[in-house]
């Protein structure tokens, strides 16, 4: 009577996943649709807590305030009772407008919301035209993940960072995308190795 296959080792498993050949059919896909539910329930835990407390554990109350105190011709850098010091230039106020004239629960949702779809867009076009093609499903979609953990601090606090981020990689994707097409692919992949992820050869 054969004897059961022994289990594979789990240096042997590593390298099944980072090569991607550890799971069949979609499992891939899989990994990417995981990633995305993830950010779903964040997004759905900061409009949660929007809802239950719009003016606590959030600086959006300073950005709206930040818009009514522009169109009533008010200082924007004054301390106001009950709100810490605005800290962006005046064109940010204009910006936040049309979030402030909801309100502080449906205009701190939408911007949320915002500032997650703009930084998920960023980091998935920093994959498509950044990373090296040899990157799995599964590395990208941790790369996602790992993104999320770092940016889940400022995004719980409406802050602007995963925005501005957001917007840095969409640039750094559009770079990367031109550089391709005006000098083929040999200049684009040492731009690629230049703008961080293209030298990630064997680190994982």
Known sequence: MRSP???PRPSE????????????GNRPCLSLRLALIAWLI???AVSIRTVIHPSHHTVFPIFAASAEHWWGNCSL????????????????????TPFSALGLTPGGILWSWLSIAVFVAG???YLRDVVPSRWTQQRKALFLLLGGLGALRGLWNAQSNALIAGLVLLGTAALARVASQAYGSRQAEGLKQALGLGAAKGWW
């Open 77 to 96: 850098y004054k301390l106001y009772p009950g709100l810490d010091r605005f800290r962006y230039p005046p064109v940010f106020a204009l910006f936040v």
């Open 42 to 44: 964040l997004g759905t």
């Open 13 to 24: 498993l590593y390298h099944r996943w980072r090569d991607g050949s550890a799971d069949p």
């Open 5 to 7: 296959c022994p289990a």
């Open 123 to 125: 980091l998935w076009q």
